[in-house]
């Protein structure tokens, strides 16, 4: 049996409090060669899911703490929908290819996903053009704009 106990979620949220990406991973896989991924996520609101797509996958996303703003977005960076994953929505899965991002909107949340195998790392041609890999100031720009994105509006690059 495999689970995750409350105390290792508390773990897990302080790793992503001292990690540098302010995020940290407890997989529920074995290797990364599982042929399904399986992973809670501690994020921080302050850290950065850069726009992106996994065209070999769909994902699903459950919030186990918290709240997450996801948004997608069409090839040009305007959102196209944007909903509240633990206030106005349960669960998601994201289509395969689809450009999105995340948003922890509170301090210790966790989100868990199911994807599938083997891991790949994300290529810079899936992430979504000109969005920036490690500008602090454009990044807490778009971090800020995350929490109140509408749909029809395009991110401010």
């Known amino acids: ?93 994201n289509a395969a290819g689809q450009w999105h991002a995340v948003l922890s909107l509170d301090d210790g949340a966790v989100i868990f996903e199911v994807k599938h195998g083997p891991y790949r790392p994300t290529e810079e041609m899936d992430f979504l053009p000109g969005t920036p890999a490690t500008d602090a100031v454009a990044i807490a720009r778009i971090l800020a704009w995350y929490a109140t994105a509408q749909v029809g509006e395009r991110i401010p690059l």
């Open 1 to 93: 049996m495999k689970m995750i106990s409350m105390s290792a979620l508390d773990e897990l949220t302080a790793q992503a409090i001292a990690s540098p990406r302010r995020r940290a991973h407890l997989n529920l896989h074995g290797t990364l060669d599982d042929p399904v991924q399986r992973l809670a996520v501690a994020m921080e609101p302050d850290t950065w899911i850069r726009p992106h797509r996994h065209t070999h996958t769909w994902e699903l996303l459950y919030p186990v703490r918290g709240r997450f703003v996801i948004l997608y977005f069409d090839d040009g960076g305007i959102v196209t929908q944007r909903t509240v994953l633990g206030e106005a929505c349960a669960l998601i899965e």
